[in-house]
């Protein structure tokens, strides 16, 4: 027999017991010399075969015919095939519509059917039901069909995330989103009257807070949590209180100033109560709030109770507390208080605390700081005084004696200074036992520092001075950790609640952040820059009130700023005050890095958006004479620009 012919029997004893189902959803035929039709799928054919595909039921087969035995192949259309030959000679669009719903009918894709509504307006551009299927809307006032788009346009819709809107529904999906993000914050700052507090005790802890009750007991859980990280690094020590720890927290600032008491600050320890009837000894007091870049209650909790637990581990009256040195007092506040974090577990560990870090970085680098042997000598009075510096470099020496030398499994080793080798935790370890005892009678208070700075060099072994260089280059090394993470096209940040969009065609440059930027986007062709910076809205501002402090801002940016333009605005449906004022730049104080001025003139315009918990700056600046190659730009970056939730 002939290859085909053996092929077809072979294929035939195979599906004899196989009853004929459903027909192949295309039906080509292939005519023989010996009269035989078979119907399938012709899936080869050339000079030498033919293939034929065959499906009976969920079997499928092949059949192979020789070329010479094949009279006749007889293609069919498919649905599809079909479908286009009906278009292709349809002279009305009627005709294309009959063929529409025979395609859905016929469960064919949406590209098929729509291609002959395609087709109905090319023959009758006006056919009312193939425009309105393919979403065309008639504009009335120019008498023509438009897109979806383009009709919403007309109407006035605006694009608010990415949607099409009437400015009334835009409107109400911002009320509902502030209320979202501010409504839960609201009530905590509302709480009820001191009087009506709640009063949580831990294992460790008696909290005083009224905020709300979750508020309280979030914070009772937090200062659990702290009270291990303390107890971590303070461990070994005797105790000389064995009573709970109270602390006080306010709903507000304004309850924190009239019944706390206090004053500026944002918290305080006080080790002795100048009012018993009011408030206990050894009391820590706060409000809840937001403050600084990244600040909120806990940090103030976290170190202000870091002085609370020093004293328990502090032999001596609350007078000789206050004896010990200022820098370790205070440094070790900053350690617990700017520095911690909570991980994925909920645990607490000690990071690297941004605001301090790049102001040590930046005192270091422009030579303004005292040597460390007077800096250690200093007395509390001068120690809060000059605050802006001593907060940060108390805090450098702190971690530089706890990790200068650690692995990445925290494990430390000696390190070399002056060709001696030296273990600095174990030093401040035992310096650490050194403070905690009863300070030494008929020391003068002023004494004390000389005595404790002394104290360290004799457990060093050489005078402290000799680690300057080795301190310097440890902390310049370090690395802040980024407020936040570019997602393609948007930089989000949990930490400061806030996501952007870049413009089109501009760039984020994270790494060239200044200060207290949280991001920075540019686009070098226009000379555009963009900056987002944040801060709490410590007394909580209107936007009216944030006009003079964006005036006051002009004066540290621009040399003898001319300003232009004053308003109230809205930005994502959140109030804001926006500036614009011109002038010569000026070089930023709080830069951490050589920052390049520009010579020429600049346009700024610099928007604050208020919300209860934060003041979210976005400045926007270029060169003088392109402003309108930016402007554009500046007004899309607003617009994307969305506060979010608190994540705490």
């Known amino acids: 027999m002939r290859e085909g012919v053996v092929t077809r029997a072979l294929t035939t004893l195979a599906l004899v017991a196989v009853l004929l189902a459903a027909p192949a959803a295309r039906a080509d035929k292939v005519y023989l010399i010996s009269g035989e039709v078979y119907e399938g799928k012709v899936v080869h054919a050339d000079h030498e075969k033919v293939q034929l595909e065959r499906q009976f039921g969920s079997i499928t087969s ?4 020789s070329r010479d035995e094949v009279v006749k192949i007889e293609r069919s259309l498919t649905p599809e095939e079909r479908i286009d030959k009906a278009l292709a000679e349809a002279s009305t669009p009627e005709a294309c519509m009959e063929a529409a719903r025979l395609a859905e009918s016929s469960n064919m894709p949406q590209s098929v059917v729509r291609r002959c509504w395609e087709r109905a307006i090319e023959i009758d551009p006006d056919f009312r039901p193939a425009r309105e299927r393919l979403g065309y809307r008639y504009l009335e006032s120019e008498r023509r069909w438009v897109t979806e788009r383009e009709w919403k346009l007309a109407q006035g819709y605006q694009w608010y995330r990415g949607e099409l809107l009437p400015p009334d529904e835009i409107q109400r999906r911002k009320q509902r989103y502030r209320e979202q993000i501010e409504g839960s914050y609201r009530e905590e700052t509302k709480g009820v009257g001191w009087g009506e507090r709640h009063i949580i005790s831990t294992e460790h802890y008696e909290i005083h807070c009224n905020s709300t009750r979750k508020v309280a007991e979030g914070y009772a859980q937090f200062m659990e949590q702290l009270y291990k990280a303390y107890d971590k690094v303070f461990h070994g020590l005797p105790r000389y209180y064995q009573g709970k720890s109270k602390i006080y927290i306010f709903r507000n600032l304004e309850d924190f100033q009239t019944y706390g008491g206090g004053g500026g600050a ?3 320890y006080r080790p002795k109560s100048d009012n018993p009837n009011a408030y206990p000894d050894r009391i820590v007091v706060a409000f809840h709030g937001t403050f600084g870049t990244t600040g909120t209650t806990r940090e103030v909790l976290a170190h202000e109770a ?8 502090c032999d001596g009256t609350p007078e000789q507390f206050l004896s010990r040195p200022p820098w370790w007092i205070e440094g070790l506040a900053v350690y617990f208080g700017d520095g911690y974090t909570l991980n994925a577990q909920g645990e607490l560990e000690i990071t690297i605390p941004r605001d301090r870090c790049f102001m040590i970085q930046r005192m270091i680098k422009s030579g303004q700081l005292p040597p460390i042997s007077k800096f250690l000598r200093f007395s509390l ?11 940060p ?3 450098s020496l702190v971690y530089y004696f706890l990790h200068r030398g650690a692995d990445s499994q925290g494990n430390q080793q000696p390190v070399e200074i002056h060709g001696k080798k030296v273990h600095l935790k174990q030093v401040f370890e035992r310096f650490f036992k050194v403070v905690t005892e009863k300070p030494p009678a008929g020391v003068p208070l002023p004494g004390y520092g000389e005595y404790y700075a002394r104290k360290l060099e004799e457990l060093l072994g050489f005078e402290v001075d000799a680690l300057t260089e080795d301190w310097k280059q440890f902390i310049l090394g370090l690395k802040l950790e980024p407020l936040g993470e570019v997602r393609g096209e948007r930089f989000v940040s949990a930490k400061l609640a806030f996501e952007i969009t870049r413009p089109e065609g501009w ?7 200044s200060g207290q930027e949280a991001i920075r986007i540019v686009n070098p062709a226009t000379t555009g820059r963009i900056t987002v910076a944040v801060q709490g809205n410590l007394e909580l501002s209107t936007a009216e009130a944030a006009l003079d402090a964006l005036e006051g801002q002009a004066g540290m940016r621009i040399r003898s700023p001319m ?7 809205e930005v994502a449906g959140f109030p804001a005050a926006e500036v614009y004022y011109e002038g010569y730049e000026a070089p930023p104080e709080n830069a951490t890095r ?10 700024y315009r610099h928007v604050m958006v208020v919300t209860l918990r934060r003041l979210y700056e976005i400045i926007m600046q270029c060169d003088a004479d392109r402003w309108e190659d930016n402007k554009a730009a500046f007004q899309q970056a607003l617009e994307r620009f969305v506060p979010k939730g608190e994540l705490e």
């Open 563 to 569: 300003i232009d333009e004053r308003n109230v605005i």
């Open 381 to 391: 009075g001068q120690y809060q005084m000059m605050a802006g510096m001593t907060y």
């Open 62 to 65: 092949v059949m192979t015919f």
């Open 507 to 513: 760039e984020f440059r994270p790494d060239e952040v």
């Open 306 to 313: 870091t002085h609370q637990f020093q004293h328990i581990l």
């Open 594 to 603: 050589e920052v390049e001025v520009r010579q020429n003139a600049q346009i």
């Open 393 to 395: 470099y108390g805090w």
């Open 266 to 268: 944002l918290g305080y």
